[in-house]
């Protein structure tokens, strides 16, 4: 019989309470995360907030930010919104199923914020809705996007 982890190998004493507090420890420990430099800005039940900061690599051209990076925070944004609040299943992992992004305005030079709204939960798949705006003019909407996330 193999042992429960968490994300980052804590045996289960340790273990998160709840999909929110896993988001706080698995985000700073994903290589993928860590190498776009999204970091976790806010997170409550069935909602999450994500920073990425610009950075050259992240261009495309000059300065206008990569719609892959953009997709990146969209993706990582849906998975911490779908765990946001959820509980601990008995089998750790997650997967995005499908993600539709709409690109509606470029973002040039600018930090970005992705912002994950619950739709619905269901026994093992959310639907979450995000946007990709400016973190210096929110009102400023870079993408939008839905996406579908299996929990367990």
């Not at 269901?122 to 939008?144: F, N, P, T, W, Y």
């Amino acid at each position: 019989m193999s042992e429960q982890v968490t994300a980052d190998g804590l045996p289960p004493d340790n273990m998160p309470k709840n999909g929110s507090e896993l988001m706080k420890v698995f985000l700073p420990a994903s290589p993928f995360v860590q190498e776009l430099g999204v970091s976790l800005a806010e997170i409550e039940d069935g909602r999450a907030v994500l920073l990425l900061p610009f950075r050259p690599e992240l261009a495309t051209v000059g300065d206008m930010v990569h719609g892959a990076a953009i997709a990146g925070l969209m993706d990582i944004t849906a998975m911490a919104t779908s765990w946001a609040g959820a509980e601990i299943p008995e089998k750790l992992r997650g997967v995005t199923v499908s993600m539709s992004t709409e690109f509606i305005n470029p973002a040039h030079n600018e930090d970005l914020l992705g912002e994950g709204k619950l739709l619905r939960r269901g026994a093992s798949l959310c639907a979450v809705e995000m946007e990709v705006r400016s973190a210096s003019d929110q009102g400023h909407v870079i993408a939008k996007g839905l996406a579908t996330y299996k929990i367990g």
